[in-house]
């Protein structure tokens, strides 16, 4: 059973930088062909694509927010990671992780909120 | 980036067939995937590759489409089917349409 779970702040302020840990089990970031992307959804808004890190350390980033991201991952302790710098209220969304497989996102983690707030 | 235009908020009664576009502003091959949010919910796969049924998705579902032109065709509808549908491509990095709202009418 494949099952992915996001954790962060909740809360930051303006300027700080984001880090976010998505816990998964059922699958190995080991495997290939196996990937983990990162989607955010402000409230009431569509998806936004983030990132993506791969089994063999390939990284793809949203261009539009390339030079504040950075992914990472953890194969050993089944967890992906994403730092988003210079936060603004702009940020503010839920966060999900995902797994990719059959060329799409097949599995979506419950998401976590984050505010950016002062 | 690769632009996704989907059709806006549609409204449907049970037992209808309704269909949702999706047109990219080029091509995608097939790389097209489709889900469903439901409020409070995460995403849900149901159509991945333009016309593959994703694990566990019931037969009403359906899509097609290559290149540009992509449809999500729900037939028939339900009342449990009322959510919002996005549109996916993978095959330019990665964009989300905005998103198609069902309604009941």
């Known amino acids: 059973q494949v099952t992915l779970k996001e954790s962060g702040p909740g809360i930051l302020q303006p300027s700080q930088t984001l880090s976010l840990t998505c816990s998964f089990s059922?699958?190995?970031?080991?495997?290939?062909?196996?990937?983990v992307s990162w989607i955010r959804q402000p409230s009431g808004k569509g998806l936004e694509w983030l990132a993506t890190?791969?089994?063999?350390?390939?990284?793809g980033y949203n261009p539009s927010l390339k030079n504040r991201l950075t992914i990472s991952k953890d194969t050993s302790n089944n967890q992906a990671f994403l730092k988003i710098t210079s936060v603004d209220t702009a940020d503010t969304a839920i966060y999900y992780c995902?797994?990719?497989?059959?060329?799409?996102?097949?599995?979506w983690g419950q998401g976590v909120m984050v505010t950016v707030s002062s | 980036d690769t632009v996704l235009t989907q059709s806006p908020a549609l409204a449907v009664s049970p037992g209808e067939r309704v269909t949702i576009s999706c047109r990219a502003s080029?091509?995608?091959?097939?790389?097209m995937h489709w889900y469903q949010q439901k409020p409070g919910q995460q995403p849900k796969l149901l159509i991945y590759?333009?016309?593959n049924l994703a694990s566990g998705v019931p037969a009403r579902f359906s899509g097609s489409g290559s290149g540009t032109d992509f449809t999500f065709t729900i037939d028939p509808v339900e009342a449990d089917d009322i959510a919002t549908y996005y549109c996916?491509?993978?095959?330019?990095?990665?964009?989300f349409g905005a998103g198609t709202k069902l309604e009941l009418k």
């Open positions: 995902a797994r990719r497989g059959l060329g799409a996102i097949d599995y």
């Open positions: 080029e091509s995608v091959s097939t790389l």
């Open positions: 996916h491509q993978s095959w330019n990095s990665d964009t």
């Open positions: 890190i791969c089994w063999e350390d390939s990284k």
């Open positions: 590759k333009a016309s």
């Open positions: 059922g699958f190995s970031l080991s495997t290939s062909g196996i990937c």
